[in-house]
């Protein structure tokens, strides 16, 4: 009987990895580059706008913001489908990577799966959100967010869970950044022609210095929550931006992460296109 399970394991490990190397899906997991790309591009376009002093859109400067400006434009809810399925596949993509990706059982092998894992959560998250907002049931994220952290603190030992969050969330902002600085999502993409490999690299070092640092500071707000008490400190985005604006300077590091967005943006089409999948 083990012998049959271990079989069918490995021809189901073979149909998945057959599917994942199918050039439909490959099409299909592309387009949730675009997808991500479109919602960082709309995100940056928020932030420069609450940068420069025009919040009159009343719009959140996060994903939920992005998704719902999306919404609005002629032919959105097209667009929101369209994020929302290619991101599916690319949260598939990296999910069938983690499990049939042949790596080895190393402390590497196991670090590179749990980054598709938590890849996937993220895009999942992505694609859940435009489905949600495409059938007209988004919901504020910044909202969401507050009411999990009033639920974790009212919890026993929910101060030091919010607090573990917040250090994943400071964890990644930084590990963003060092993936910018170091240029390591080299190792990810086939390299562009020489026309292109310079702009691209650009693309991709501001965007991920500039997402880095954001989430970085809403781990920061969540730690703050967590040591005040008070879940109306732990919000997403959209209160970290608000919190960099209040700062001296804040204009202008508030502009320059907005920037940051819209590089992150335009470097996850480059990516779709020459992404190693």
């Known amino acids: 009987m083990s012998d049959q399970a271990e079989r069918a394991a490995r021809e189901t490990g073979r149909q998945a990895r057959r599917i994942a190397d199918s050039r439909w899906f490959e099409a299909t997991a592309r387009a ?3 997808g991500s790309g479109i919602v960082h591009l709309l995100i940056g376009y928020l932030v420069v706008l609450l940068g420069l002093g025009d919040a009159s859109s009343g719009s959140e400067t996060d994903q939920s913001g992005a998704l719902q400006q999306l919404a609005a434009v002629p ?4 667009l929101l489908w369209a994020v929302a399925v290619g991101t599916a596949a690319l949260t598939l993509r990296l999910l ?28 999942g998250a992505v694609s859940y959100s435009a489905a949600s907002f495409a059938l007209g049931a988004g919901r504020s994220s910044s909202g969401s967010s507050r009411s999990a952290a009033a639920q974790a603190l009212a919890t026993p030992g929910g101060v030091f869970l919010l607090l573990a969050v917040a250090a994943v969330a400071i964890g ?8 910018g600085c170091r240029r390591s999502f ?25 997402k880095g640092f954001a989430v970085a500071v809403v781990g920061v707000l969540v730690a703050v929550a967590a040591l005040r008490n008070d879940p109306e400190q732990a919000t997403g985005l959209d209160a970290a931006f608000d919190a960099v604006h209040r700062l001296p300077g804040g204009t202008v590091l508030l502009v320059a992460m907005g920037v940051g967005f819209l590089a992150y943006g335009v470097w996850s089409f480059f990516r779709a296109r020459f992404a190693r999948l």
Do not use: C, F, N, Q
Request: hydrophobic share 45%.
């Open 172 to 179: 990644i902002g930084v590990g963003l950044v060092v993936i």
């Open 32 to 34: 949730g580059y675009v």
């Open 96 to 123: 069938l990577e983690a499990v049939v990706g042949g790596r080895s059982d190393s402390a590497r092998g196991w670090a590179a799966r749990g980054k598709d894992v938590g890849k996937a959560v993220a895009y």
């Open 186 to 210: 080299r190792k990810h993409i086939v390299r562009p022609p020489h026309h292109l490999d310079r702009p691209v690299t650009v693309l991709a070092v501001v965007g991920y210095v500039g």
């Open 75 to 78: 032919g959105g809810i097209v």
